[in-house]
Structure formats: C-alpha cells, structure tokens
C-alpha cells in the first residue's frame, strides 16, 4: 500500500523524477526501478524522504490493515 500510493504521489507531482529523487536525497539509480515496479523494496528512510518532499505524512497505521 505505501509503494503503491508513492507512486501515484509521484506521478502525480508534475516534477520529474530525477527532481524527486534531487529534493528527496535519494539516488535517481535507487527510485527509477522503484517508481517502474521493476522494485519493490525500499527502506523506510528512503520512504519518509520521498513522503517528505512529495508533502505526504508517513504514519503508523494498525497492525494487520
């Protein structure tokens, strides 16, 4: 659910990806397979800082939702 609604955040945000990437700290290298789903796998910080600069909250949700 998180990958997912990153994605659509980012595609979303009318900047490109490699501005994302830029204004998140995170290696464009690391965010293109992400954002293509040829990944799915990514860290928790590398989350909060795409949540960051896409204006989202990242917060815990209920166990089992």
């Given amino acids: ?27 464009y290298q690391s965010l293109h397979p992400f954002y293509n789903r040829q990944r799915d796998d990514i860290t928790l910080g590398t989350a909060a800082r795409l949540c960051a600069a896409l204006g989202l909250e990242l917060r815990p949700g209920k166990k089992g939702r």
Avoid at 7 to 17: E, H, P, T, Y
């Fill in 1 to 27: 659910m998180l990958a997912e609604t990153l994605r659509k955040s980012i595609k979303a945000d009318g900047r490109s990806l490699l501005a994302i990437a830029n204004a998140a700290g995170v290696a």
